[in-house]
């Protein structure tokens, strides 16, 4: 898909969706901040600059993650080298560090939470540089991500090598075992998380709730405890590293997740 294939696809499925949801799945913390995160590219070659972006900072990543296993070094030089392959093939050449370091973190939780395997459905809410995803699909899990910004979108799909549904494709879609969520539930519109609180029937883990420009951390998980949800914080975090680790779940709804035992592997 071209950049602007992907621009007349969304503009031709917005004048097909409720204004109310076009108005929901815009990217309101990026246009607030007048950020060029959201801004369309008009080619491929411009994607660079996405391909290792928003958690930069080595040295406190490297602290939170504590030392990486050796299956854990080989796969992410692996997904590294991918990206480098994905990449120079869009005429980009970039080779990632920090994105791919920091989606080590969500992944050992995801692995602890939801054994690995094509049957068990994980669901990624705002993927960025994609990493996560890439980490998980290369280990044969069923996997899916939405994504509401051009650019992001369309390095995903270079990255990830498949088929990836637009977020208008996606919409009340929140069908899975586990959704994770990375930096960005207090990045979304109020009404978009109001959807996701409502429509979902599963654990939904959040490694870091994003900036508090657009809303307070404690609005965002207000609004899931009125709707019922129970809320466990699986890592406290610091404000500067944006690291808390919580697992949110459903009201009335049978786990989908063995959170003893999770919280047994996680130390």
């Given at each position: 898909?071209?950049?602007?294939?992907?621009?007349?696809?969304?503009?031709?499925?917005?004048?097909r969706?409720?204004?109310?949801?076009?108005?929901?799945?815009?990217?309101?913390?990026f246009?607030a901040?007048?950020?060029?995160?959201?801004?369309?590219?008009?080619?491929?070659?411009?994607?660079?600059?996405?391909?290792?972006?928003?958690?930069e900072?080595?040295?406190?990543?490297?602290?939170?993650?504590?030392?990486?296993t050796?299956?854990?070094?080989?796969?992410?030089?692996?997904?590294?080298?991918?990206?480098?392959?994905?990449?120079?093939?869009?005429?980009?050449?970039?080779?990632?560090?920090?994105?791919?370091?920091?989606?080590v973190?969500?992944?050992?939780?995801?692995?602890?939470?939801?054994?690995?395997?094509?049957?068990?459905y994980?669901?990624?809410?705002?993927?960025?540089?994609?990493?996560?995803?890439?980490?998980?699909?290369?280990?044969?899990?069923?996997?899916?991500?939405?994504?509401?910004?051009?650019?992001?979108?369309?390095?995903?799909?270079?990255?990830?090598?498949?088929?990836?549904?637009?977020?208008?494709?996606?919409?009340?879609?929140?069908?899975?075992?586990?959704?994770?969520?990375?930096?960005?539930?207090?990045?979304?519109?109020?009404?978009?998380?109001?959807?996701?609180?409502?429509?979902?029937?599963?654990?939904?883990?959040?490694?870091g709730?994003?900036?508090?420009?657009v809303?307070?951390?404690?609005?965002?998980?207000g609004?899931f405890?009125?709707?019922?949800?129970?809320?466990h914080?699986?890592?406290?975090?610091?404000?500067?590293?944006?690291?808390?680790?919580?697992?949110?779940?459903?009201?009335?709804?049978?786990r989908?997740?063995?959170?003893a035992?999770?919280?047994?592997?996680?130390?």
């Amino acid at each position: 898909m071209t950049p602007q294939e992907y621009l007349a696809a969304e503009a031709d499925a917005c004048k097909r969706l409720p204004p109310e949801i076009v108005a929901a799945f815009k990217p309101v913390a990026f246009e607030a901040y007048a950020q060029d995160w959201c801004k369309p590219v008009e080619r491929l070659d411009q994607l660079g600059p996405w391909v290792d972006c928003m958690h930069e900072g080595t040295e406190r990543i490297w602290r939170n993650l504590g030392g990486l296993t050796e299956y854990e070094l080989e796969t992410i030089e692996e997904i590294a080298g991918m990206a480098v392959q994905a990449s120079q093939a869009i005429g980009c050449r970039r080779r990632p560090r920090d994105a791919l370091l920091q989606a080590v973190i969500p992944w050992r939780y995801v692995r602890a939470l939801v054994p690995a395997g094509a049957d068990r459905y994980v669901l990624e809410l705002g993927p960025g540089s994609g990493y996560l995803g890439a980490l998980l699909l290369n280990e044969g899990n069923g996997y899916r991500g939405m994504e509401v910004t051009q650019p992001f979108y369309l390095w995903q799909r270079a990255l990830w090598r498949c088929d990836h549904d637009p977020w208008w494709q996606q919409v009340h879609d929140y069908d899975a075992d586990l959704i994770v969520a990375c930096h960005m539930l207090n990045e979304m519109s109020e009404a978009a998380l109001r959807m996701l609180i409502a429509g979902a029937r599963c654990p939904v883990l959040v490694e870091g709730w994003g900036s508090q420009g657009v809303r307070q951390r404690g609005r965002s998980i207000g609004l899931f405890r009125a709707a019922g949800w129970d809320c466990h914080t699986l890592a406290e975090g610091d404000t500067v590293s944006n690291h808390r680790i919580d697992l949110l779940l459903p009201p009335g709804e049978p786990r989908t997740v063995d959170l003893a035992a999770a919280l047994k592997v996680l130390g």
